[in-house]
Every structure is written in C-alpha cells, then in structure tokens.
C-alpha cells in the first residue's frame, strides 16, 4: 500500500539550529514527492517538489530512492519558519498521499 | 498571484442536513480536488475531478457525498445527511496539469 510515514509529530529547535523533518516513504511505480507548508490557520502550501531540485527559504529536499526517504532539511532555522509541514506522496493517478504531519516550533 | 477561494470559511450545520461546500478553482486549472482534514489527523484524499467527470474517488467518498462543475468556475462538495463524524477542514485544490497543486483556505465543517 502507497503509505507516507513522518515518524515526528513535533520537532522543537532554537533559532539557528539545523532542522531535518523526516519522511519515509512506501510505494508502487516511480514516485513524486512533495514538502508542503501550512503556517497558523493558513492554506496548505507547496514548499518544495523533489523534481525541480530547488531550495525555497533555505529548505532542501534530496530523494533516496535506497532508503525510500525524502528528508527536509534548513542549515539554520528561522522563527518564521515555525509551521506545519507535511510530505507527499503523487502516484500515477494525480491524488496526493500525505504524511501525518510534523509540527515544527522554532524557539528564540 | 492567483488562488483557490473557499467558501464559507466555516460553516455549522445539524446532523442530517445538507451542506454545499464551494470552491473556485484558478481559472486556467483542468483539475480538480477535494480533500479533507479531521482535527488531528492528517490530509486525506477524497476525489478528483477532470473534463467534468469524478477521474478517482476514495473509500470515504461514498453515496452520501457527490461533486459538480455546475458552471464552468465553481466547483462544488454536496454532503447529504451530515453526519458528526464529517466534521473537519475540507481543502479544495486546482492544477494546471497533473502537478503542481493550488490549495484553498479550506471550510471547516461543523456537524452539531
């Protein structure tokens, strides 16, 4: 079964800190995945997509397709960057597959 | 930049009833989505919509639910006989292709 796992419900770290959200997860076929973001009452946001390879607000994502993994990651973490983050799973049909969720608290 | 709008932003309603959650997609987007979020738990599809058809539905889309493109922008959630256990945030999104999802600010459904 096509599954996302983020084993952390919430991850507490001092501004400046490294971040890394985990996200493992199970599929069948090639797979697309997606960070998405949702700050305080917000709409749900797309963050970043292991396709483009890019890195929005210092965020990066690298697919390990061997450890079936798709960690985010920041060098430095921002206050602001205090949110809701959810990893997803796109398979062949186009319906997204989302992970439990990770709340991450930035303290100063 | 252009959005996905929701309305209403909450909306109250008697077990039993009828309600009609709205959505207007961006305006160029062939696909359409539903998708919802009991408190505490995590996002979960519910159907899509492509070339006014259901292109896939889950488990939980059952008969009590039901999708239409009535005009050509609003997209529209029927839930027929509300039940309890239907409350919770309900997240319409758009996409120009099969990438690259829009979301809306979402309605949050209470059943009483």
């Known amino acids: 079964a096509q599954r996302v796992t983020q084993p952390e419900k919430l991850l507490s770290v001092f501004k400046g800190a490294p971040v890394e959200l985990k996200c493992n997860y199970s599929y069948s076929g090639s797979p697309e995945l997606f960070w998405y973001v949702q700050y305080s009452r917000q709409r749900l946001q797309l963050l970043l997509r292991h396709i483009s390879r890019e890195s929005i607000k210092g965020f990066t994502a690298d697919l390990n397709k061997g450890e079936t993994s798709f960690h985010l990651k920041k060098p430095f973490a921002q206050e602001e960057d205090s949110a809701m983050y959810y990893c997803a799973y796109k398979g062949n049909t186009g319906k997204l597959i989302f992970g439990q969720g990770t709340t991450l608290q930035v303290k100063p | 930049e252009p959005e996905v709008t929701q309305t209403p932003s909450h909306q109250v309603t008697q077990m039993g009833q009828e309600v009609i959650l709205r959505c207007v997609p961006i305006s160029n987007h062939l696909y359409f989505y539903w998708y919802r979020q009991i408190l505490g738990q995590k996002v979960e599809f519910l159907v899509s919509?492509?070339?006014?058809?259901?292109?896939?539905k889950s488990e939980i889309f059952d008969d009590q639910f039901s999708v239409e493109r009535p005009d050509g922008s609003n997209f529209t959630l029927k839930i027929r006989s509300t039940k309890l256990e239907d409350s919770a945030m309900y997240f319409c999104?758009?996409?120009?292709?099969?990438?690259?999802?829009?979301f809306g600010s979402g309605t949050r459904l209470t059943v009483v």
């Open positions: 919509f492509y070339n006014n058809e259901i292109s896939e």
């Open positions: 999104a758009s996409s120009e292709e099969r990438y690259g999802y829009t």
